[in-house]
């Protein structure tokens, strides 16, 4: 009889250890797959970030001498810190990770974008940015 329960108390251990081998297997697949999906909304919220800045310096250059609009650039993407620029044509922006990159072409536009509050005109056919 004593062996009929300790072959039972071990087989309860295998069984309770492959619960909890598959258990652990499958938290690891969903912690990736979680992963996965925030790196794939940082790469779209930057892309959008970037859109946003090309679509409101292509309204400024469309729009006549006197134009005035501010627009708003948040200042972390998902509470992670990145960084934005305009430099000869293009607006570049990147994540301090350097995990995400994205660069698109802008027509000629004098002055530097900020995270926060941005302030774009055109005067003289001339389109400014925060100046």
């Known amino acids: 009889m004593p062996n009929k329960k300790a072959q039972a108390a071990v087989e309860l251990i295998i069984i309770m250890g492959f619960l909890v081998f598959f258990f652990i297997i499958f938290i690891g697949i969903i912690q990736d797959r979680m992963q996965e999906k925030s790196q794939e909304k940082k790469t779209i919220v930057i892309k959008d970030i970037v859109r946003t800045v090309q679509e ?3 309204l400024a ?3 006549s001498n ?7 650039i948040p200042e ?4 992670n810190d ?6 000869e044509g293009i607006v570049y ?3 301090t990770d350097q ?4 660069a ?3 027509k000629n536009v004098t002055g530097t974008i900020t995270k926060g509050t941005n302030l774009i005109t055109k005067q003289n056919g001339i389109v400014y940015l925060n100046q």
Request: glycine share 4%; aromatic share 12%.
């Open 61 to 63: 250059v469309k729009s």
């Open 93 to 95: 922006a990147k994540t």
């Open 99 to 102: 995990k995400h990159a994205i």
């Open 76 to 79: 972390k993407i998902i509470n």
């Open 82 to 87: 990145y960084e934005i620029s305009i430099f």
């Open 56 to 58: 409101e310096i292509d």
């Open 66 to 72: 006197g134009y005035r609009r501010e627009f708003k």
């Open 104 to 106: 698109v072409n802008v």
